[in-house]
C-alpha cells in the first residue's frame, strides 16, 4: 500500500486518509500541469546531454510528457489526490506509460526547485497578460480623453469643489497610475525571470548538471546564484501580490468615481446598461454592480497579500510545506486582476460623458475664488494678503446669494482698488483651465501633449 507513493520506501503504514486529502495541493495546482511538464522536459534534455540518463531514456520521457500534456488538454487525465500534486501525478502517470526510464526523470532534482520553477513560469506568462490588459486599459482612457477635451469638470480635494480642471485631465492621472503599475509589473517579472532548477531539495546536487542549459531552454536570461534561497524565496510571488495590490487600489479608487459620479446628484457620466443591473423591488434603479464588485474584490487581493506574507514570515530556510499556500492566493489574485482589467476596459470604452453637468458644477462652489487671489498676485498684492481679500469676496458671495463672475466691478472695488475690467475674463472656467500650463497642470495644450507622450509610451 506505502508503496503507491512516490515517497513510500521509508513507510511502513499507509497515510491517514484524511491527511492525504489535507497534505494534498492538486485540486488547486493542477494548474501548473503545463509549466511543469515543460520544465520536465527542459530538465529531461539537460539531463540526456550530461550523459546522466541515457539519449533513449531522453526520448522516451520527452515522447511520454508530450503524451500526458495532450492527454491532459483533451480532458483524458485523471487526477489523483492520493498522488498529492501535479508534479507527482505527472512523475507517476510517466512511469506508469513508460516504465524504467519515466523514473529517471527526478534524477538531480526534487520537488522543492521543480515547484519554485513552475510557479515562476506561469506567473511569468500571466503578468505579460496582465500588463497587456493594462496597455488597453491605457488605451481606452486615452481616446475618452482625446475625444472628451473640451470637457471641464470641478476638481476636488477632500471631495468639495476645488479648482475647474478638464476631465481630460482626470483621466490621465489614471493613466499614470496604471503606467506605474506597468512598470511595477514589469520590475517583478525582473527578478522573477531567473531559473532555481538544479537547487535540489536545498544543497544542490551531485550530479554534474547544466543549469545554464535549463534556463536556456526555458527562455530565463539568469539562473538562481544560492541553492538554500532558490527553494525558499517567494519574494517574487510577494512582489507580484503587492504590485496587484496597488494596482486593485487604483481600480477601487476610479470605482469608487464612476459610482459616485453616476449618482442622480452628480450625473456627470452614464455607465452603459450592459454594466449595470436594476433592483428586484425598485424599478428605477440602475446599480453600478461592476465598479462596486470591482472595488470588493480589491479586499481579497489585499487580503491575499497579507496570507503569503504571514506564511512567509517565521519560516527557516529552507523549504517548508506552509509554502504550498502560495498558489490559492496568487491563483485567486491573477483571476481576479486579469477579470477586473477586462470588465473595465470595456466600461471605461463605453462610458458615455454629460458635459453639461460637469461644466455646471465647475462653476460652482466658488471654483475660480484661487484664480481671483492669483490675479490680484499679477496686480503686485502678496498672496497671503490675496487670500484674505477674495476670502471675504467669498463672505460676500455666500451671505447675498451670489457667485464670484456675477460680481460688478464696483463691487469687486469694494474689496481691492487692484480691481478692474479685466477681472471678468480672468475668472471665466476656460481661463482658469488654461491658465494652468506648466508641466502637469490640467491647461488643454498642456494636456493635449501629455496625451500624445502617453500615446507614444514615454
Ligand atoms: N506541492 C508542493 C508545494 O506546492 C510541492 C513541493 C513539495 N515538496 C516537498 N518536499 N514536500 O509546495
Known amino acids: 500500500m506505502p508503496k ?23 485540486d488547486f495546482d493542477k494548474r501548473l500541469y503545463h509549466q511543469d511538464i515543460r520544465g520536465s522536459i527542459a530538465h529531461a534534455r539537460m539531463l540526456g546531454k550530461q550523459g546522466i540518463i541515457s539519449m533513449d531514456d531522453m526520448e522516451s520521457i520527452v515522447h511520454g510528457l508530450q503524451e500526458i500534456l495532450r492527454q491532459i488538454e ?24 513508460i516504465g524504467e526510464a519515466g523514473k529517471r526523470l527526478h534524477t538531480g532534482r526534487s520537488r522543492n526547485d521543480q515547484v519554485a520553477l513552475d510557479i515562476r513560469l506561469y506567473l511569468r ?64 517579472l525582473k527578478r522573477m525571470n531567473v531559473s532555481p532548477l ?20 526555458l527562455d530565463f536570461p539568469d539562473t538562481t546564484r544560492n541553492s538554500l534561497d532558490s527553494v525558499s524565496d517567494r519574494d517574487f510571488a510577494l512582489e507580484f501580490l503587492a504590485g496587484s495590490s496597488i494596482l486593485m487600489m487604483h481600480l477601487s479608487r476610479f470605482s469608487e468615481e464612476l459610482i459616485l459620479w453616476s449618482t442622480s446628484e452628480f450625473k456627470f457620466i452614464e455607465l452603459s446598461d450592459g454594466f449595470c443591473t436594476g433592483s428586484s423591488i425598485m424599478p428605477q434603479k440602475k446599480n453600478p454592480d461592476v465598479p462596486e464588485l470591482v472595488r470588493g474584490k480589491t479586499g ?15 519560516l527557516p530556510l529552507a523549504y517548508n510545506k506552509d509554502m504550498q499556500e502560495d498558489k490559492e492566493p496568487l491563483f485567486d489574485t491573477i483571476d481576479t486582476v486579469k477579470g477586473s482589467l477586462k470588465i473595465f476596459v470595456d466600461m471605461i470604452r463605453e462610458l458615455r460623458v454629460n458635459a453639461e453637468r460637469m461644466l455646471a458644477a465647475a462653476g460652482g462652489g466658488y471654483s475660480t475664488a484661487t484664480d481671483v487671489a492669483d490675479y490680484l498676485v499679477r496686480k503686485g498684492m502678496p ?49 482658469s483651465v488654461n491658465a494652468r500650463s506648466a508641466t502637469g497642470g490640467t491647461a488643454r495644450e498642456r494636456v493635449l501633449a501629455e496625451i500624445c507622450r502617453a500615446k507614444e509610451g514615454r
Open 300 to 314: 481579497r487581493v489585499y487580503g491575499n497579500l497579507m496570507a503569503l506574507l504571514t506564511v512567509m514570515k517565521g
Open 74 to 97: 483533451a480532458g483524458q487525465f485523471t487526477f489523483s489526490v492520493a498522488l498529492e500534486d501535479i508534479h507527482m501525478n505527472i512523475e507517476s502517470r510517466l512511469s506508469d506509460k
Open 198 to 217: 538544479g537547487a535540489g531539495a536545498l544543497a544542490g546536487t551531485t550530479f554534474p548538471i547544466d543549469r545554464e542549459h535549463v534556463a536556456e531552454q
Open 383 to 431: 498672496f497671503r494678503d490675496a487670500h484674505e481679500v477674495v476670502g471675504k469676496c467669498v463672505a460676500y458671495c455666500v451671505s447675498s446669494g451670489k457667485d464670484l463672475p456675477g460680481l460688478t466691478l464696483e463691487e469687486w472695488r469694494s474689496f481691492s482698488s487692484r480691481f478692474d475690467e479685466d477681472i471678468a475674463d480672468s475668472i471665466t472656467l476656460e481661463a
Open 4 to 26: 503507491q507513493k512516490l515517497w513510500g520506501g521509508r513507510f511502513t503504514q499507509p497515510t491517514d486518509k484524511f491527511v492525504e486529502e489535507f497534505t494534498a495541493s492538486i
Open 125 to 188: 506568462d500571466e503578468i505579460v497578460e496582465i500588463s497587456a490588459y493594462l496597455d488597453l486599459l491605457i488605451d481606452a482612457l486615452i481616446e475618452q480623453a482625446e475625444k472628451n477635451i473640451q470637457v471641464i469638470m470641478p476638481g476636488y480635494t477632500h471631495l468639495q469643489t476645488a479648482q475647474p480642471i478638464l476631465f481630460s485631465h482626470h483621466l490621465m492621472a489614471y493613466v499614470e497610475m496604471f503606467r506605474r503599475d506597468r512598470g511595477r509589473m514589469e520590475d517583478c
